[in-house]
Nanobody
């Protein structure tokens, strides 16, 4: 069964850090782009970052540039999102997803775009 499972979310104060993990199983993780997206309460899905299969191409949302770092370890079938200098506006449910193509130009992302989509992990940043 193909699946993505996120972990590492939690509650932190502004300025703190969290590292999210995304464990893939049941499909060739290394053949696909890795995405991190998030959804705040009452808002649509916002793209956060994505990385190509071997890590040669990386994209970040302007709102997280310089604070978040996406990475992947294909040998472990795992993706990561290191989040530093967290702000209250970073709060939401964070999802990892995988796709065979670069979809970064699609600003309005939905789960239906992705063949693989995790269950999400909650991140809460208090001021």
């Amino acid at each position: 069964q193909a699946r993505l499972v996120e972990s590492g979310g939690g509650s932190v104060q502004a300025g703190g850090s969290l590292r999210l993990s995304c464990a893939a199983s049941g499909f060739r993780f290394s053949d696909l782009w890795l995405y991190w997206v998030r959804q705040a309460p009452g808002k649509g899905i916002e793209r956060v970052a994505c990385m190509s299969m071997l890590g040669g191409s990386v994209y970040y949302a302007d709102s997280v540039k310089g604070r978040f770092t996406i990475s992947r370890d294909n040998a472990k079938n795992t993706g990561y999102l290191q989040m530093n200098s967290l702000k209250p506006e970073d709060s939401g449910i964070y999802y990892c997803a995988s796709h065979g193509h670069a979809l970064w130009e699609i600003a309005a992302m939905t789960a239906q775009l992705f063949p693989y989509w995790g269950q999400g992990t909650q991140v809460t940043v208090s001021s």
